[in-house]
């Protein structure tokens, strides 16, 4: 398996980290490329073990990280650049994500992809992002949300709006790292500016492509509910509940099993099946 791992420039000049995997054969591959969710990166728990499971079944798989999530290119599944990750806001991580769609569609035939067949899968606010990209993005022919958000706006529901905009600053913990982790009131600020760019729901009721919505029963940081309002939004997507499943389909960070648990067994076989049926 070819395992390849690059910089591109992100929004600020901030480096996207970006890997691939394929299985050389001389043959274009359909490309997958994948956005994580919110306090979220590209090497999270078992991500790695479900990009070789799809360049295993004949995928070009790109996953990468937003150019503010809070990592570095040295480091990649530490939240070291707490400053960067203060700064993050939603038009960035579009922005980032158009990147990364250039810069493979461009050089597609370096890594033996296939740039007629792009396809995207965003989990959490990363499918919430993959939603809104497909919107305004011919080049993406399937989209598959993993866990995603249905509303930008629940993001601010538990709030001070008043208070962040005084202190300019609020803070959200990471129970795994044990971190506060900085949230500017710039974040709030780009939403209400491009309020009309950022509708979820105005994006997936515009999409015209297949389109699978996957969740987890048991999702207690995105609720199922969610899932069902993209599927009402947009009738014409398909929708699979996966029982018991939690946000992360059975995955933790870090991961040290080489196998993956149950329910993302389930997610990535479903996932395959829907990208590769014609």
Same mark, same amino acid.
Request: hydrophobic share 35%; aromatic share 10%.
């Given at each position: 398996?070819?395992? *390849?791992?690059?910089?591109?420039?992100?929004?600020?000049?901030?480096?996207?980290?970006?890997?691939?995997?394929?299985?050389?054969?001389?043959?274009?591959?359909?490309?997958?490329?994948?956005?994580?969710?919110?306090?979220?990166f590209k090497n999270w728990g078992h991500f790695d073990i479900i990009a070789d499971y799809f360049a295993q079944n004949g995928f070009l798989f790109v996953k990468y990280n937003f150019?503010?999530?809070?990592?570095?290119?040295?480091?990649?599944?530490?939240?070291?650049? *707490?400053?960067?990750?203060?700064?993050?806001?939603?038009?960035?991580?579009?922005?980032? *994500?158009?990147g990364v769609i250039d810069y493979i569609y461009a050089n597609a035939n370096d890594f033996e992809g296939n740039n007629n067949e792009i396809y995207l899968i965003g989990h959490s606010r990363g499918g919430g992002i993959s939603i809104l990209k497909t919107a305004n993005e011919l080049r993406i022919k399937k989209l598959c949300t993993w866990a995603s958000i249905q509303d930008i706006s629940y993001f601010f529901q538990n709030m001070d709006i008043e208070k962040w905009k005084i202190e300019n600053v609020a803070y959200t913990f990471n129970s795994r790292t044990q971190q506060n982790m900085p949230l500017y009131f710039q974040l709030y600020e780009d939403y209400l500016k491009n309020k009309n760019e950022l509708d979820i729901t105005k994006a997936a009721t515009s999409l015209s492509i297949p389109w699978l919505i996957i969740h987890g029963t048991n999702d207690n940081s995105v609720s199922p509910v969610m899932a069902?309002? *993209?599927?009402?939004i947009n009738p014409k997507s398909e929708i699979l509940l996966i029982e018991d499943a939690d946000h992360t389909f059975g995955g933790k960070h870090p991961w040290h099993s080489e196998n993956l648990p149950i329910a993302s067994k389930i997610l990535v076989e479903k996932t395959l099946l829907f990208f590769t049926e014609k």
């Open positions: 398996m070819q395992k *390849l791992e690059f910089i591109i420039k992100g929004v600020n000049e901030k480096p996207i980290s970006i890997d691939i995997r394929y299985i050389e054969n001389k043959q274009r591959k359909p490309i997958i490329i994948f956005s994580h969710g919110f306090k979220g150019s503010h999530n809070g990592t570095t290119a040295q480091l990649l599944c530490d939240f070291v650049d *707490l400053e960067a990750f203060g700064q993050n806001n939603f038009s960035k991580e579009i922005n980032d *994500l158009s069902n309002a *993209l599927h009402q």
